[in-house]
């Protein structure tokens, strides 16, 4: 059972809790429940093995995540060079100056939207999600 409990904190303490919930990624209210667990907890050992395994499986949650978007990365690579080299086929020797000078424009085209889509989003495994659940509805 959770009980609801309504306190104060000086401003700084509230902003310096809000900070460090924002940089951890965890809610305010478990980093408190932590603290006062902590504090509350005779046995050393047991505090310190019971933060330690928050921590351990907060790591795991997310190496999982990077495991999956590592993973996502590596196939639409292989996929997109499957597909280029299979639907490119090569270019006659009086052709090549034209194709990279054309080549040399649409990466830097590329690069700008890449720049764009980073700091704007939404993420290539948002979208994919986003697609799927379409699908799947």
């Known amino acids: 059972m959770i009980v609801k409990r309504t306190f104060r904190l000086p401003a700084q303490l509230a902003d310096d809790l809000a900070r460090h919930a924002r940089r951890l990624g965890v809610t305010q209210g478990l980093i408190l429940e932590t603290a006062l667990q902590s504090i509350l907890t005779h046995d050393d050992t047991e505090r310190v093995e019971a933060a330690f395994t928050r921590r351990m499986d907060k790591l795991a949650r997310q190496l999982d995540k990077l495991d999956y978007h590592v ?7 292989a996929l997109f060079v499957r597909f280029w080299l299979t639907a490119n086929p090569p270019l006659p020797d009086s052709a090549l100056a034209a194709a990279k000078a054309k080549g040399n424009e649409r990466y830097e085209g590329f690069v700008e939207v890449l720049a764009r889509k980073l700091e704007a989003g939404p993420r290539l495994t948002d979208e994919l999600r986003r697609d799927v659940e379409a699908r799947d509805d």
């Open 71 to 77: 993973e996502v990365t590596n196939e639409t690579l």
